[in-house]
């Protein structure tokens, strides 16, 4: 147990549903951050909040559509996903002002069917 | 750019060998270095980190890492592997500034009997 729980733990969606994934931590962190983990590729960096505001967006498709209502929950709003977006979508929370490491939630295996 | 390198994909020690995973960093001043482990279908756990101070880390699970100025690494070491210890393991570097980790690709450990 970690401190930073997701959830749903696994996902099937067809292209045309629309589903959300939610983070949720307890650590009294302000920083969070989605990663996205495809087999055989690095943690591709999603996006990241500092104390709700949304500071990177590393070129992630439209198709993604964070959200972060306050410090302790972020959700990852998923529309007309492709089969290619199929991957474990880890969750993850740091302390931006005391530099500690990232806790990580378990994740959500998403498939695209 | 920063970046980190994990030059071995994948390593296949045997039950109680000692194991030497690889991590170099690129950045100008000192990062903060951590080792992370990921079991299959599981999120990121950390084994240890860096951050000052004395430059051998003792983390989890019988893990250590030593920093290296120098070399600009950051390997971690074990002295006798267990079968549980097989997993993913990732480097990965918080600079002193911004709170965006970079992670290595990662290596594979198998741990044969």
């Known amino acids: 147990e970690t401190g930073v729980t997701q959830t749903p733990r696994h996902l099937v969606m067809g292209m045309t549903n629309k589903k959300s994934l939610k983070c949720e931590q307890h650590l009294g962190h302000n920083a969070m951050y989605w990663y996205k983990q495809s087999a055989k590729k690095p943690l591709e960096l999603m996006f990241v909040?500092?104390?709700?505001?949304?500071?990177e967006n590393n070129s992630v498709p439209s198709r993604f559509s964070p959200e972060c209502p306050n410090s302790s929950h972020l959700f990852l709003h998923l529309h007309t996903l492709q089969p290619e977006d199929s991957a474990l979508y880890l969750c993850?929370?740091?302390?931006?002002?005391?530099?500690?490491?990232?806790?990580f939630g378990q994740g959500t295996r998403l498939t695209v069917v | 750019a920063q970046s980190v390198t994990q030059p071995d994909i994948h390593i296949t020690v045997s039950e109680g060998a000692s194991l030497e995973l690889r991590c170099n960093y690129s950045?100008?001043?000192?990062?903060?270095l951590f080792w992370y482990v990921q079991s299959p279908g599981q999120g990121l756990q950390l084994l240890l980190k860096y951050f000052s101070g004395d430059t051998l880390v003792q983390g989890i699970k019988g893990f250590e890492a030593e920093f290296k100025r120098s070399q600009s690494s950051f390997n971690l070491r074990k002295p006798s592997v267990h079968w549980s210890d097989a997993a993913e393991y990732f480097c990965?570097?918080?600079?002193?500034?911004?709170?965006?980790?970079?992670f290595g690709t990662g290596t594979s450990l198998t741990v044969i009997p």
């Open positions: 950045y100008g001043a000192t990062p903060y």
């Open positions: 990965a570097v918080l600079m002193d500034t911004g709170n965006q980790f970079y």
């Open positions: 993850a929370s740091s302390n931006r002002d005391r530099r500690t490491e990232a806790f």
């Open positions: 909040y500092n104390f709700k505001e949304q500071t």
